[in-house]
């Protein structure tokens, strides 16, 4: 009898502590906690009760953050196996330290990583073999899990190199795999992230043996002549003049049922589709494929044509819904969910790839630059309602906008009022901005088939501008830095607003011409390499940038120059720095996909000196995604204030919140070790113009 008491005791207790999935779920083994990426933990030792106890249990100075120009980031969500957490730092470097102490055992030391912001790693083991698989530069290395050090027998001693196989005549070097790959039995199923202009490499999809780095097969995202999709790419032999439709953004993975389901980004260049002409699959696609083989399943394409940058900007959720049947009974439905740049939300069955809801293709405006020939429709999504605004009139500017009336002024010259209008050489408002609306963070999705998105609603301006005309044997007379930098640092060198594309006036104050030499050569961050183009043309972007003088135009190497660049991504704020549309400017919503109904949408973060004037929080651009657990609990920072917050996930409600050193631009994870309960977010900052930081946190109960 009293065994048996205690016994139930101790059953009693385990369930009450949240310990009933210690030995399924103590790890956050992959990125995004799981292969269906939902971003959703089973643990319940954190609560809403006692949330407000969470104190800082460790944090781990990675290293390599750049604490004078601020320009590094850390997007790393980070994987925990069998009490070891695998992260990546400041300046790209994978390590590996104690998950219940932050005590480090290892890290890498590459110079070859291109400056890559990298979102994490991939674990694969078999028996006593246990891989890390990192994606730095155009290289995808393979480490001992134990050690960090190379594998010999993999690839090229320890590395792939990604650039073999996705050239193409005219294509520029620039290639990395910064989102963590997804693995199926002894595959590594990787995308890449290429350029998106005119000579971004091919965007192919590609599955390695995760023992030997051999390439198992290969999807062609541009279709080569005889397979199915190339008769929407014209004129023809599309893979040798096109490149990108690449899934940069990572993939989801129905191990069961053997599907890969891999986003697709747009074709390359994002803003002129001349020579591009047709619907253009695979990109901008939904794709399900047998992830054996790389065989086509099914499709859905979520954009026709893209001119607008507007690719899935994360990897998709795997969930189950209920929905009822036509005699009226409820029906279990598995499900995969793609949120959009747009606010969209399309949900398909995960394996016949029917529509859960209507999908209406809608027509939209056809007045454009010269030469470009637009889909007469795009696809919308009748339900799951949106989860931003999809318009912008003089009705939406903020009411208090400090320049209101200079504000008024500029929209009444600008396209703006719907969505997908094509660019011109008029100016031309997108809203959401080109950046989302949802963007890479993505969403969490927990058992009940709710979706929790965080977005962000900041219009962007942009006008397509005419290049000069080409020279003698075919090659462009233009000035390189307007070819080649203009487009993101813009034709003044001001940069952007928010900083995530710096000004490079007085660029010799910060960097000198060796430094620049290196960054032109490798690319950092978002900055791709220009080591394809020539040294004449290197040199006279240094020149221009150092020294002021007049931007020469110099015969480039690039052989197809399309007649338009844009005017960069100029993205609106008013006078005083304020996005210039009405609040929300960032936010968190529930999304019910049994009804395809929101449950909840509130502000994502605030701008402390207005809340202080009595503004009620207005949400704030963000980046980074959620974590949702069984205990109802929403952790999530991603927000310019550089907090870590948590909210209650039927409300939506902020039940506890911590300052963080440094901006959270990435995603939680969750984990258990030595029967406690952590959270631990990568503080990298760096974006939004704030301060970039190398620390990791991981917040537990306190005593």
């Not at 009444?412 to 901005?433: N, V």
Request: glycine share 10%.
């Amino acid at each position: 009898m009293f065994k048996i008491s205690n016994l139930c005791l101790i059953v009693v207790l385990i369930v009450a502590w949240g310990f009933q999935t210690l030995d399924s779920y103590i790890d956050w083994p992959e990125y995004n906690g799981n292969g269906a990426r939902s971003h959703y933990s089973p643990l319940t030792q954190i609560n809403k009760a006692n949330v407000g106890q969470l104190k800082v249990a460790w944090s781990y100075a990675s290293g390599g953050a750049d604490t004078l120009q601020n320009r590094t980031q850390m997007q790393c969500n980070p994987i925990i196996i069998d009490g070891v957490l695998y992260g990546v730092s400041a300046n790209t470097q994978a390590f590996a330290v104690e998950a219940a102490t932050g005590k480090p055992r290892w890290k890498t030391d590459f110079a070859d990583n291109g400056g890559t912001t990298s979102r994490g790693v991939t674990y694969w083991s078999e028996g006593s073999d246990k891989r890390i698989f990192f994606g730095a530069g155009k290289w995808l290395y393979a480490l001992d899990a134990n050690t960090g050090k190379l594998i010999g027998n993999f690839g090229d001693n320890g590395r792939i190199d990604l650039k073999i196989g996705i050239e193409r005549p005219g294509a520029d070097n620039y290639v990395v795999s910064n989102t963590p790959n997804t693995i199926y039995k002894n595959l590594l199923i990787t995308g890449t992230r290429v350029a998106e202009s005119e000579t971004a490499l091919l965007g192919d999809i590609r599955a390695y043996d995760t023992r030997t780095g051999k390439l198992v097969w290969t999807f062609h995202t541009i279709p080569q002549k005889g397979e199915p999709g190339y008769e929407t790419w014209l004129p023809e032999n599309p893979r040798q003049r096109i490149g990108a439709a690449n899934a940069w953004m990572g993939m989801a993975i129905d191990r069961e049922r053997g599907i890969l389901y891999a986003p697709t980004g747009s074709a390359g260049p994002d803003f002129y589709g001349a020579n591009r002409r047709g619907n253009n699959l695979y990109a901008n696609c939904l794709l399900a494929l047998d992830a054996a083989t790389g065989k086509r399943i099914w499709h859905y394409q979520l954009v026709h044509h893209d001119i607008w940058d507007r690719d899935p900007p994360a990897p998709p959720n795997l969930l189950t819904i209920t929905r009822k049947c036509l005699d009226g009974r409820p029906q279990k439905v598995d499900v995969v969910a793609q949120i959009t740049k747009q606010g969209f939300t399309f949900v398909f069955d995960r394996v016949t790839g029917k529509p859960i809801f209507s999908i209406k293709e809608t027509a939209f405006p056809q007045e454009t630059a010269s030469g470009e020939q637009p889909s007469p429709t795009q696809p919308i999504p009748q339900l799951p309602v949106p989860f931003t605004r999809q318009s912008f009139t003089e009705k939406d500017i903020n009411p208090w906008a400090a320049n209101r009336d200079s504000l008024k002024v500029m929209l009444s010259k600008a396209r703006t009022g719907t969505p997908y209008i094509p660019l011109s050489e008029k100016m031309t408002i997108f809203f959401p901005g080109t950046d989302g609306g949802a963007q890479w963070g993505g969403a969490a999705a927990d058992p009940e088939g709710i979706l929790y998105v965080p977005a962000k609603e900041n219009p962007v301006h942009m006008t397509l501008i005419r290049r000069n005309q080409t020279g003698k044997n075919g090659n462009q007379n233009n000035s390189p830095y307007k070819l080649y930098c203009s487009a993101c640092h813009g034709l003044d060198r001001k940069g952007n607003h928010d900083g995530s594309y710096p000004s490079l006036l007085q660029l010799e104050k910060r960097l000198s011409k060796p430094q620049l030499v290196k960054l032109l050569m490798t690319g950092r961050g978002m900055m791709p390499s220009f080591s394809h183009i020539s040294a004449a043309e290197r040199t006279s972007i240094i020149e221009y940038l150092y020294n002021n003088v007049t931007d020469k135009q110099v015969v480039t190497t690039q052989k197809e120059v399309i007649p338009y660049q844009h005017t960069g991504y100029n993205r609106w704020y008013d006078s005083e720095g304020y996005p210039v549309s009405t609040p929300p400017w960032g936010t968190l919503t529930a999304i019910d996909l049994n009804t395809g109904k929101h449950r909840w949408q509130v502000p994502l973060g605030e701008y402390p000196e207005l809340t202080k004037k009595g503004i009620a929080p207005t949400g704030t651009d963000n980046y980074g995604g959620p974590l949702v657990t069984a205990s109802g609990l929403i952790f999530i920072a991603a927000s310019r204030d550089e907090k870590l917050r948590a909210f209650d996930k039927e409300t939506g409600k902020i039940v506890w919140e911590y300052p963080l050193p440094a901006g959270g631009y990435a995603s939680p994870s969750t984990y258990v070790v030595n029967g406690k309960q952590y959270i631990v977010i990568a503080c990298g900052g760096g974006k939004l113009k704030t301060k970039s930081g190398d620390k990791y946190l991981a917040f537990c109960l306190g005593n």
